[in-house]
């Protein structure tokens, strides 16, 4: 059964910060990793995903994986008080079933 | 923008009753899942979907059953509801084309079993 791990549990930074946010999976045949952002009272929203190893960037956020130490982490650069929020890693299954294992989470909180 | 509906947004409920969540998509997505989500456990799948008349069991499906009718609605059913069910639960569809894995998530329903 596929495990995803996230670290830290929360993260408290000044606003202008880069933030980085880690996860680790154990199944290196894995298909894409996802990141997701959940504002409070809200269901999850799709942020970014990377499925070859490298780096990926999309506006402010930049994501970099590495199979062979089944890591992947996102960096948010130049972090806003909106960017406030749980951000979720998820594994999508290997199977063709297109299912998502999910770690528990990071809370963010970006001061002004 | 995906769009997925739930309802009803709170529900309580009494232990030993039947809950049904209820979930709509106008995406024509095929995939829908239902989750739920647990302080310090994460998004966990209870059922899934591949598309009308189709379910599938997830990760932890005892004590649920699910329903896909049509493309668009997918409820999840608690027969005998207890108390250890009380939790977030999201319903999510997916399956484009283009991305497969891609999951849009509704905005949630708080259930309370007392």
């Known amino acids: 059964q596929e495990k995803v791990q996230q670290s830290p549990e929360s993260l408290i930074v000044p606003e202008g910060a880069m933030v980085s946010l880690n996860c680790s999976f154990s199944?290196?045949?894995?298909?894409s990793i996802w990141w997701y952002q959940q504002h409070p009272g809200k269901g999850p929203k799709a942020l970014i995903?990377?499925?070859?190893?490298g780096n990926k960037k999309e506006g402010r956020l930049t994501v970099y994986l590495n199979r062979a130490s089944l890591h992947v982490s996102l960096h948010i650069k130049d972090s806003q008080p909106s960017d406030s929020a749980v951000y979720l890693c998820?594994?999508?299954?290997?199977?063709?079933?297109?299912?998502?294992?999910f770690g528990s989470g990071t809370q963010l909180t970006v001061m002004p | 923008e995906a769009a997925v509906t739930q309802s009803p947004r709170n529900k309580v409920a009494v232990t030993g009753g039947k809950v049904t969540l209820s979930c709509n998509q106008t995406?024509?997505?095929?995939?829908m899942y239902w989750y739920r989500q647990d302080t310090g456990h994460g998004l966990r799948l209870i059922h899934y979907?591949?598309?009308?008349?189709?379910?599938e069991k997830g990760d932890i499906p005892d004590g649920y059953k699910a329903s896909r009718p049509s493309q668009e609605n997918f409820s999840l059913i608690l027969e005998l509801a207890t108390p250890s069910q009380t939790s977030v639960y999201f319903c999510?569809?997916?399956?484009?084309?283009?991305?497969?894995?891609?999951?849009?998530f509704g905005p949630g329903t708080r259930l309370l079993v007392l």
């Open positions: 999510a569809s997916g399956g484009d084309r283009e991305n497969q894995d891609t999951q849009y």
């Open positions: 199944d290196s045949a894995s298909q």
């Open positions: 995903s990377i499925f070859s190893n």
């Open positions: 998820a594994v999508s299954l290997s199977s063709g079933s297109w299912q998502l294992i």
């Open positions: 995406n024509n997505h095929n995939n």
């Open positions: 979907s591949y598309g009308a008349g189709s379910t």
